[in-house]
């Protein structure tokens, strides 16, 4: 989703902008811009280039190549469209009438109708159909005032400009504001969208995301919720939402948080399908050391009030992430014995369940920066402690891949599933990660609880342990097949998914994978639902993908794709080889696994049948039409 960059410092600020905003193309966006202040008085009234083009960086680039855009200080965007047209007006930066103040904002003002005709009424007239160009103006309007009741031109003033202004907004909002009268003063400011600031040598850098840092500093300053900073060559000055100054240590970027390249795969998709083995094998030598007794069979981070009491779980996320949550309250209910349940973030917010007591709250969300998870957590966290739930401060969870992120400084207790930055839109190998990151839930629970046998939770440590090869050769031999299948889906219009228990998530990320990615129609269903209507759209043009793995429900699952194929369906399936499955059309063969740890390799042939289709079609894989990595707002 949007993206924001900005820099003040000794080197010219455009080159900086672009390459952080190349860091963060992978978030999705539909247009670009940046605007730079060129100090042409000694002390005095600074020159404002803003360049801003519709579509790919590049097109930026080449603006500010052919024109330039100099300055030692500057915003950069990369804008999601949500209001107005992926057009040039539309993109940021948004200036004020004098187009002396530009701003870049990530967020959606929500009150933006109300500030526009108030500004309108006043003689203000826009030229975009964005929420974020009241704010140019309204800072515009207020630097005016103040100025009129004596207020000297300086960055101190434009910080109280932005403060005050701030305070006339609501929604989420995390925004860049740069005045040509101020060529020295850089303001940013937030509320629940993220910001972070880095302090590079001889320069600070501000952006939306770490990897727009990385490059440039590992020392990052992230700030808190309704907190505005001027930033000047000499120093950050950072304020809470009551205008107290704040003093903060900053803190150091571990790992590698900027976007590594595509090695020799066509898109980071495939390398991140690729990477699968590696997440696995990292994750099993972190949590699954050999020798592990089976009273406590995985290594986790958590103290042991972590657990105590603990009778229920809900888990609370977005699309993919919501998936993996699926396959986790499987394996918490049926493996571990903990009723689970899971819900979409977004429903939660506004129509959660009655309050339970004992209740551990798990948000899943690799990029930690979903916007209605982390409100959906902090409803959850307010409730309880307005409830007076004497656990309400530890009795969250977060399962992330991003450990800097806003999730990481919400909730108390995090789970790093530790996958390397994902920067294909479609997520691969973090969902493969937020599976294990539940496997290893489960196992801890089951032993705690004693709801399974010590047999049982060695039998399935020992499984786990075999991923990662299972992995490896799997995936080799998968985009093979997948590539060769791939022809068969060049006019297809719908496919339909099918999978049951522990599978039926799956099945509905294979059709989110394929929705994502090739903009086929496809749906994911329970089996055994699609004689309740869904059988209704089946004709010879219509593939459907069934996922069928020995276990409780293999013959069932078998018999629901029959009735498919009495009705003229292709049927694929995804299953192991042998007389069984031999009604299959085609057939994207597994190993014989154990029905519990069976979506950590089902999976596989869905992404890369997804990837192969979507590659013969020639479509962009990695940044598709309307999406966003991070779904900053609501
Ligand atoms: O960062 P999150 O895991 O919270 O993201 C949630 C969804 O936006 C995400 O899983 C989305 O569905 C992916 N594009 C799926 O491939």
């Given at each position: 989703m949007c993206g924001i960059v900005a820099v003040i410092g000794s080197r010219e600020a455009a080159p900086l902008l672009l390459e952080g905003l190349r860091q963060l193309e992978y978030r999705g966006y539909d247009s670009a811009g940046l605007a730079t202040i060129q100090e042409v008085e000694k002390d005095g009234l600074g020159l404002l280039s803003c360049k801003r083009a519709q579509g790919k960086l590049n097109n930026l680039s080449s603006l500010v190549e052919k024109f330039g855009s100099p300055g030692h200080l500057g915003i950069g965007h990369t804008r999601w469209a949500t209001h107005g047209k992926p057009e040039e007006r539309n993109a940021h930066p948004q200036r004020d009438i004098s187009g002396e103040i530009a701003v870049v904002q990530n967020g959606i003002i929500e009150n933006h109708r109300f500030l526009r005709k108030e500004l309108e009424a006043e003689g203000v007239s826009f030229s975009s159909e964005t929420d974020t160009e009241v704010i140019p103006h309204l800072i515009g309007r207020e630097l005016k005032r103040m100025q009129s009741d004596g207020g000297v031109i300086s960055g101190s003033l434009l910080l109280t400009a932005v403060q005050n202004v701030t305070k006339e907004l609501t929604g989420a909002y995390a925004l860049a504001v740069v005045w040509a009268r101020t060529p020295e003063a850089l303001v940013v400011a937030r509320r629940q969208a993220p910001l972070l600031i880095g302090l590079g040598e001889g320069e600070f850098l501000c952006a939306s995301d770490t990897p727009a840092l990385a490059g440039f500093t590992r020392t990052i300053l992230p700030m808190e919720d309704g907190e505005v900073a001027l930033l000047t060559p000499l120093g950050i000055e950072l304020y809470n939402a009551e205008g107290k100054r704040q003093q903060r240590s900053p803190s150091l970027l571990t790992g590698i948080d900027h976007v590594v390249d595509k090695r020799n795969f066509r898109h980071f998709m495939l390398k991140e399908i690729h990477e699968q083995p590696d997440t696995a094998e990292l994750w099993v030598a972190r949590h699954?050391?050999?020798?592990?007794?089976p009273t406590s069979p995985v290594a986790l981070p958590f103290d042991e009030s972590f657990y105590q009491g603990i009778e229920q779980i809900q888990i609370l996320a977005c699309g993919t992430s919501r998936h993996a949550g699926m396959v986790g309250a499987y394996l918490l209910e049926q493996f571990a014995g903990i009723p689970t349940s899971v819900f979409y973030a977004s429903e939660f917010r506004y129509s959660a369940p009655p309050l339970a007591p004992n209740t551990l709250t798990i948000g899943v969300t690799?990029?930690?920066?979903t916007a209605d998870t982390l409100a959906a957590l902090a409803m959850e966290f307010d409730r309880r402690k307005a409830n007076g739930d004497p656990a309400f401060a530890s009795r969250q969870l977060g399962i992330t891949n991003r450990v800097e992120s806003s999730l990481a400084r919400q909730v108390p207790n995090i789970l790093d599933i530790g996958a390397g930055i994902e920067v294909g839109v479609a997520a691969t190998k973090t969902f493969l990660g937020q599976l294990l990151a539940f496997y290893a839930l489960a196992l801890d629970f089951a032993a705690r609880k004693k709801s399974r046998s010590s047999d049982e939770i060695i039998s399935l440590s020992n499984e786990l342990r075999l991923v990662p090869n299972y992995l490896r050769s799997l995936i080799h031999r998968h985009d093979q097949l997948s590539e060769q299948l791939a022809h068969r889906f060049t006019d297809t219009q719908d496919v339909i998914f099918l999978g049951r228990g522990i599978n039926y998530p799956i099945a509905l990320e294979g059709a989110l994978k394929l929705k994502e990615i090739s903009y086929i129609h496809a749906e994911g269903y329970p089996a055994g639902e699609m004689k309740h209507g869904p059988i209704a759209l089946i004709d010879p043009r219509v593939p459907v993908i069934s996922i069928a793995m020995p276990g409780m429900v293999f013959e069932k699952v078998l018999s629901n794709a029959q009735e498919a194929k009495a009705r003229d369906a292709q049927l694929i399936g995804v299953a192991p080889e042998g007389p069984a499955t031999d009604i299959f059309d085609a057939l994207l063969p597994l190993p014989e696994v154990s029905e519990l740890i069976s979506p950590l390799l089902s999976v596989v042939p869905m992404q890369l049948l997804s990837y192969h289709i979507a590659a013969h079609r020639g479509l962009d894989i990695d940044q598709p039409r309307n999406l966003a990595k991070s779904v900053t707002v609501e």
């Open positions: 699954l050391p050999a020798g592990l007794p690799q990029s930690g920066e």
